[in-house]
């Protein structure tokens, strides 16, 4: 895939012909966006299961670049010339080279760590084909539940991020079957479904923080919660209820945590289940990891279908 950056900060595709000469021809999933300057950006698959992005101009040592979609991408080729590549340019590269690659993480130690939680489960009855990773997915596919929990183990364990496997699997013990999982795999939001949002800062900014005005939490509101001296805080509007807490250690960042639920959610963990504010908002944000995890796995291509012989 070949692409040009144009001057109003699009991109447009060119022919998929031969590549520009001095441009490395790395094989497998790849894309290329040629850049003014005579400049070239180069994503493609790395061991695998990693992307990585190499630029420079052809013919010379390229330089490796990280991209991150909450921004845009600066190159500075000198003292005083840049290419800025826009966020949205940045986002759409990497949405076209990951549809090419298969998702990250391996697929027999998800399914060993979800076997105790879902042991009663259908899919887990056949150990040959549980093994068969399109058979298993395949089978999964009308459980939202499994589904999102899947994706998001899978991925944590890829990256080693074993706190998010413990705040999915909270979810799973205490909330499970009260947030509404159809909806977000449908939709990506769901109406009876808590959200988050973080800060290091005393209040989110920007679009985080208008969020939670459209909640009916002014930043009054919101500056009273992070006044007090003692966190968890609850502040209720006529949307629902909304949590301040904070995570962290003394050794490592401290960050604040806001959790939204609407009424009946907060009626149902709190009021009838009794759960404590920390097991509340660790179960919300379970589900949030689970949901985005979901959303992450839509962005890489589909496994082949297959059918099962036993």
Known sequence: MIFELMSNG??????????P????DILGPRVILLLPYNRYLLGHSFMRNYERWIWGKPGSDPHEVFLYENGPQ??????????DIPASAVLEIRNLLLSQMLPPGEHLPTVLMLRGAFKDHPAFKDDT???NEPFFLQSIDKDATLTMTYWAVRFALFRGEFETIARVKTWLRVASDIFDTQEATSAGTAGQAPKIWFSLTSLPCGKELAELESLSFSIDDLQRMVSQSALPVVLFSKAGYLV???????GGAVFRVWVFLPTYLWNELRERRKLSIRDLVISAWGYCDAVQALAERAR?????KTT???
């Open 10 to 19: 699009s991109i447009a595709s060119l022919p998929q012909t031969a590549l």
């Open 21 to 24: 000469r001095g441009i490395p």
């Open 74 to 83: 600066t190159l500075a080729l000198d003292n005083v010339t840049r290419v």
């Open 129 to 131: 084909l549980t093994q």
């Open 244 to 250: 301040l807490s904070d995570f962290g250690s003394l």
């Open 300 to 304: 890489y291509a589909q496994l082949a």
């Open 308 to 310: 099962a012989h036993v």
